[in-house]
């Protein structure tokens, strides 16, 4: 059992749990994830590393309310325990000899993207960032990445903080003007990814996105991880999942991750009607002690 520690509502429906995980913490790396169950027989999720302290013997995860698992997830509180926590999963990144990098974030995406601007900033390496949300109000880590930037960017969809728009824009700007990078990143949806990639590729330079297909076991056994990679089939779990953006088909991963939308819809909906049930029964029986 792990034991979290600390949450932290971000965000609408954006929690972060620090989880007490010595063993995960002490191996973990900027680009890795773990796999997470909360209970006994129920579903596994794969979960990027936010943070970790291997002093602390802690590992920070953030995550949004989307569907059943994480819904649960969500009404847990700090003294609580969470079934599993295995990691650290995946291929740890590294960034040899680099002298200035962007990172991109949209979203979510701004989570698993601020330990790798961390251990760049630790490096000595000047950090650009641009940070994105659809409204101010889902804007995420903010400080956190602010104080790992020599320079950040914020956008946001409706213009309510930063510049009005996307964060493909200032890249494209930044581009445009003449600003060169040994490497950009880009992490977020994977329309956002692909466009990234779209626009850095005629000036050829390294771009690392990181993906987040359907995965079960994330050990590479599966499969369901599976992604097309420079016309390769390529395991996230195992293989990833930071890749090279140029040569991803993004429009496989987009379509694959629809595959199960209507069966988690059906999930969700019984979870919310189960939830709203409880709720009522435990109403009607406050009214009746409260008549007693």
Known sequence: MFKILEKRELAPSIKLFVIEAPLVAKKARPGQFVMLRIKEGGERIPLTIADYSSENGTVTI????????????????????????????????????????????????????????????????????????????????????????????????????????????????????????????????????KIGSEITKPYGIPTMVSLNPIMVDGTGMCGGCRVTVDGEIKFACVDGPAFDGHKVDFDELIKRLATYKEEEKISLERFNEAHECKLINKIEGADKDAVK
């Not at 819904?71 to 650290?88: H, N, S, W």
């Not at 949300?133 to 956190?144: D, F, G, S, V, Y």
């Not at 600003?179 to 994977?190: R, T, V, Y």
């Open 62 to 193: 953030v995550f949004q309310e989307v569907g059943k698992t994480t819904r649960v997830l969500g009404t847990l509180e700090a003294g609580d325990y969470i079934q599993d926590f295995v990691g650290p999963l995946g291929v740890p990144v590294e960034f040899p000899n680099h002298k200035k990098v962007l990172g991109i974030g949209g979203g979510l995406g701004i989570a698993p993207l601020y330990p790798k601007l961390k251990m760049l900033h630790q490096q000595g390496v000047e950090v650009v960032s641009i940070i994105g949300a659809r409204t101010a109000e889902l804007l995420i880590l903010e400080e956190e990445i602010k104080t790992v930037s020599d320079r950040m960017y914020i956008c946001t969809d409706d213009g309510s903080k930063g510049r009005h728009g996307f964060v493909t824009v200032v890249l494209k700007e930044l581009l445009e003007q003449g600003e060169k990078f040994d490497e950009i990143i880009i992490i977020g949806p994977p329309i956002l990814m």
